[in-house]
């Protein structure tokens, strides 16, 4: 059973910066890509950020220029730096693994900003 485990989660002022780490319960393989995802209160999960295997990157454009995603592979790690933060990126984040014939989700971590 793969398991997903987000952390580095939090409470943050505005200008401030979160770094989200994603660890895998094993390998998968055959990945396709691996992203994050935010859900806010009242409003639908949205892509904030996703790397393929080949290594292209997408990210949102709210986040474009603020958040990086990254991985560390042979460890199983994906990362999500968020720098210069702000209050509308307040919500629960969530990792996302997709392979070949399935995808994977982490159980969340809360990411508040706020003075």
């Known amino acids: 059973q793969v398991q997903l485990v987000e952390s580095g989660g939090g409470l943050v002022q505005p200008g401030g910066s979160l770094r989200l780490s994603c660890a895998t319960s094993t390998s998968i393989f055959s990945i396709r890509e691996r992203g994050w995802y935010r859900q806010a209160p009242g409003k639908q999960r949205e892509l904030v950020a996703r790397?393929?295997?080949?290594?292209?990157?997408e990210y949102a454009d709210s986040v474009k220029g603020r958040f990086t995603i990254s991985g560390d592979y042979a460890k199983n790690m994906v990362y999500l730096q968020m720098n210069s933060l702000k209050a509308e990126d307040t919500a629960v984040y969530y990792c996302?693994?997709?392979?070949?014939?399935?995808?994977?989700w982490g159980q969340g971590t809360q990411v508040t900003v706020s003075s």
């Open positions: 996302h693994v997709e392979r070949v014939g399935a995808d994977y």
């Open positions: 790397i393929t295997s080949s290594g292209r990157t």
